[in-house]
C-alpha cells in the first residue's frame, strides 16, 4: 500500500491554540460613517441572511468580490495604461467595467460589515473567524488600491508606478499598524479611513462610470493634479491621523496598565519583518537593472501585496494567542534572492519576478489553508458550515 503523501503543515504551536482558547474579541470603533451610517445599515441587512449560513461564508464570499475586481480590471486593464490619454494603443476600460467594480466593491463591504453580525446572530464567534476575516482583509488591502489605479492610469494627471508602489506601501503600513497596536493594546481600535475608504472608492467608480476616465483629467490647487491629490491626501492622513493614534494607544495603555505591558523590544518586535520586507523589496524595485516596476507594475503590486498579506497574518495570530511574534519568515527568501540574481542575470529579472510572485501566492494559500484547517480541528468547528449540537 502507498502511504498517502500529506502537504498540510502544522504552522501553530501549541502555545498559539492555548492563547487562542483564552482569547476575548475586544473593539472600539469610533468613526461617525460606520456608527451612525454603516452599522444601522448592516443591522438591518444581516436580518435577510439565513442563520444557516456560516459567518465565514460571508467573509470569503466578500474576498472573492476583491478578486473578481482584481482580475476583471487586469483583463481591461493589465499594464495601467487604459486611463492614460497619451497611451491610444490601449482601449479605454468600458463604462460597465467601473460601474460592476463599485458593485463589487460595495458587496465586499457589506459581506464584510456583517460576518461579525452573522457570528454573534449564530452564536459562532470564535478566534477563527476573525483571524479568517482580518487575514483576508490585509490582502484586500492591495487588491482594492491597485484597481483604483486603473481609474487614472499610470502617465498623464496621475502617478508613476514606483509611486504607486509607494502608495501601496502607504496603506499596507496603516492596516499592519493597527493590528501592532492591538498587538500591544490588546484592543482593535479600528481606523476611521477604512469607512471613509470604502465608500470613497464606491464612490469613485461610479462617477467613473458615469463620466469615464476622463472625468478625472483635471488639475487643483495651482496644477496638481486630482490623482495627484489623492497620493497627497493619503500620506498627510496617515501622517496626521493614523500613527499619532497608534502611538498614542499603545502610550496609553503603558501608561494605565491596561495592554499587554510587553518589554520594548517585544513590543517593537511585528515592526522589524515589515520593515526588511520593505527594504529588501524596495531595493529590488528601485534599483532593478530592467526596470521591472515600468515593465510589469501588476505582477509587482501582487508580489509585494500576497507577501504582505503573509506576514501581517502571522502578525494577527501572534496578537490572538498572546505569544511573541516571529522575527523573520522564510517567505521573505524568495525575494531576496531575486533581488540577488536580478543584479547579477539582468536579463531574465522580469522572469525572477513572475516566479517570486507564483511561490509568494502559493505559500501563502498553504499557510492560510494549514492554518485555518488546524484550529477547526483542534476547536472541532467547521470552515465554511455551523456545527450541528449532534456532530
Known amino acids: 500500500m502507498y502511504q498517502k503523501i500529506r502537504f498540510e503543515v502544522e504552522y501553530l504551536t501549541e502555545q498559539h491554540l492555548t492563547g487562542f482558547e483564552s482569547y476575548k474579541y475586544s473593539s472600539v470603533d469610533t468613526s461617525p460613517l460606520s456608527v ?8 438591518k441587512v444581516v436580518q435577510y441572511c439565513p442563520k444557516w449560513v456560516a459567518p465565514n461564508v460571508l467573509t470569503f464570499a466578500g474576498f472573492l468580490f476583491t478578486v473578481f475586481n482584481f482580475t476583471l480590471f487586469a483583463f481591461y486593464d493589465y499594464y495601467l495604461y487604459a486611463s492614460s490619454d497619451n497611451k491610444p494603443q490601449y482601449p479605454p476600460i468600458p463604462s460597465w467595467v467601473f460601474a460592476l467594480g463599485a458593485f463589487n466593491v460595495f458587496m465586499a463591504y457589506t459581506l464584510d460589515g456583517i460576518d461579525g453580525k452573522q457570528a454573534r446572530r449564530t452564536q459562532t464567534s470564535g478566534p477563527l473567524g476573525e483571524l479568517f476575516d482580518h487575514g483576508l482583509d490585509s490582502w484586500t488591502t492591495m487588491l482594492i488600491t491597485v484597481c483604483l489605479f486603473s481609474v487614472f492610469g499610470r502617465t498623464d494627471h496621475s502617478v508613476s508606478p514606483l ?13 499592519y499598524l493597527t493590528h501592532w497596536e492591538k498587538y500591544n493594546t490588546g484592543v482593535l481600535f479600528l481606523p476611521w479611513g477604512y469607512d471613509f475608504s470604502m465608500v470613497g472608492s464606491i464612490i469613485i467608480f461610479i462617477i467613473s462610470s ?8 483635471f488639475e487643483l490647487f ?9 497620493e497627497i491626501v493619503l500620506y498627510v492622513t496617515a501622517i496626521v491621523s493614523s500613527l499619532p493614534v497608534v502611538l ?9 496598565k491596561t495592554g499587554k505591558m510587553r518589554p520594548f ?27 521591472i516596476i515600468e515593465k510589469d507594475p501588476r505582477i509587482i503590486f501582487l508580489t509585494v501585496g500576497t507577501i504582505f498579506s503573509n506576514i501581517c497574518c502571522r502578525l494577527i495570530v501572534s496578537q490572538m494567542s498572546n505569544t511573541k511574534c516571529e ?17 547579477i542575470l539582468p536579463s531574465i529579472d522580469l522572469v525572477f519576478t513572475y516566479i517570486v510572485a507564483l511561490i509568494a501566492l502559493l505559500a501563502h494559500i498553504h499557510y492560510g489553508t494549514c492554518v485555518v484547517r488546524q484550529m477547526c480541528r483542534h476547536f472541532r468547528i467547521y ?4 456545527k450541528d449540537r449532534t456532530d
Open 163 to 175: 509611486r504607486m508602489y509607494f502608495i501601496l506601501w502607504n496603506v499596507f503600513a496603516n492596516f
Open 222 to 230: 495651482e496644477g496638481i493634479p486630482v490623482g495627484v491629490m489623492f
Open 265 to 291: 523590544w517585544d513590543a517593537v518586535r511585528p515592526l522589524l519583518p515589515l520593515a526588511v520586507f520593505f527594504a529588501i523589496s524596495t531595493i529590488w524595485v528601485v534599483h532593478s537593472p530592467s526596470n
Open 383 to 386: 470552515t465554511f458550515r455551523i
Open 36 to 43: 451612525y451610517v454603516m452599522h444601522p445599515f448592516w443591522n
Open 210 to 217: 458615469i463620466g469615464g476616465h476622463g472625468i478625472w483629467k
Open 327 to 343: 522575527l523573520l519568515s522564510w517567505v521573505l527568501l524568495p525575494v531576496a534572492i531575486a533581488a540577488i540574481f536580478s543584479f
Open 248 to 256: 498614542w494607544n499603545i502610550y496609553k495603555s503603558y501608561r494605565d
